[in-house]
């Protein structure tokens, strides 16, 4: 399990999402494959899922893993990253 959060800062284009930040401690840490869920925790009103930029890193290093979403209400959803990010660009994308 690898814990992330948001890391913010004046400039809001530098902040970085926990998300992010999960994915990226665990790939620094060796772990780089067999990713199997992501839970998002998140004190608002509504439950809140990724970012754009969180859901194209997410699809390229975990691919369509489950994505968890919880509120501290007890509200709770789940989708496939294939859900969130149809017809998603990666590597494959890519012409050699």
């Known amino acids: 399990m690898f814990t992330g ?4 800062n ?3 284009g530098l902040t970085i999402c926990a998300e992010r930040v999960a994915v990226f ?10 990713f199997r869920r992501i839970a998002i925790a998140a004190d608002g009103p509504k ?7 969180c859901r194209q ?4 290093f975990c691919k369509n893993f489950e994505v968890i979403l919880v509120n ?4 709770t959803r789940s989708w496939t ?10 590597a ?5």
């Open 57 to 60: 890193i997410l699809w390229e």
């Open 10 to 12: 004046a400039s809001y």
């Open 5 to 8: 959060c948001n890391v913010e």
């Open 72 to 75: 501290p209400k007890g509200e």
């Open 25 to 34: 401690k665990a790939i620094s840490e060796g772990f780089a494959s067999g």
């Open 47 to 53: 439950l809140t899922p990724p970012c754009g930029a």
């Open 92 to 96: 494959d994308n890519l012409s050699a």
């Open 81 to 90: 990253m294939s859900e969130l990010l149809p017809e998603a660009f990666d």
